[in-house]
């Protein structure tokens, strides 16, 4: 595989958990071809990486795999009305900083600041 489809397949494999980013995907892949444990060949014009015998030994020897924990005890309704919330919070900020006067901009972000803070007292305990 190629870095791009690594990200997707733990994304996948994670049931959406954990999608790691290219910025700590391709690094790790370079260490692991430094360590010999990947081997990697170009093919059409994309970097393709593959276990080598090393690598297959240590993977059938190290620890369950990281997405195998990364969606266990995971409310997965409760994650999708999460992102909903969220991404519909942050479309609506979008539009009033797109279109909205200079005013009105200024009390959204007001809004957007009321809501974090509001968010870390609840975990504070207090209203």
Same mark, same amino acid.
């Not at 297959?56 to 009305?81: C, F, M, Q």
């Not at 797109?98 to 207090?126: F, W």
């Given at each position: !595989?190629?870095?791009?489809? !690594? ?14 980013? /290219?910025?700590?995907?391709? /690094? ?9 444990? +990947?081997?990697?060949a ?12 090393a690598?297959?030994?240590? $993977?059938?020897?190290?620890?369950? $795999? /990281? ?11 409760? %994650?999708?009305? +999460?992102?909903? $919330?969220?991404?519909? %919070? !942050? ?30 007292? +609840? ?5």
């Amino acid at each position: !595989m190629h870095g791009y489809e !690594m990200i997707q397949e733990i994304a996948e494999r994670s049931g959406g958990a954990w999608k790691p980013s /290219p910025g700590s995907v391709y /690094p790790t892949l370079q260490l692991l071809e430094d360590e010999g444990l +990947i081997s990697s060949a170009t093919e059409g014009g994309k970097k393709l990486f593959s276990l080598t015998d090393a690598g297959r030994t240590a $993977a059938d020897e190290g620890p369950e $795999a /990281p997405w195998e924990d990364a969606g266990r005890g995971v409310d997965w309704e409760a %994650l999708s009305d +999460i992102r909903q $919330a969220g991404f519909g %919070l !942050m479309e609506a900020f979008g539009q009033v900083w797109k279109t909205g006067s200079k005013e009105q901009r200024e009390k959204a972000l007001t809004v957007i600041n009321d809501a974090r803070k509001k968010l870390y007292l +609840i975990l504070a305990d207090e209203d």
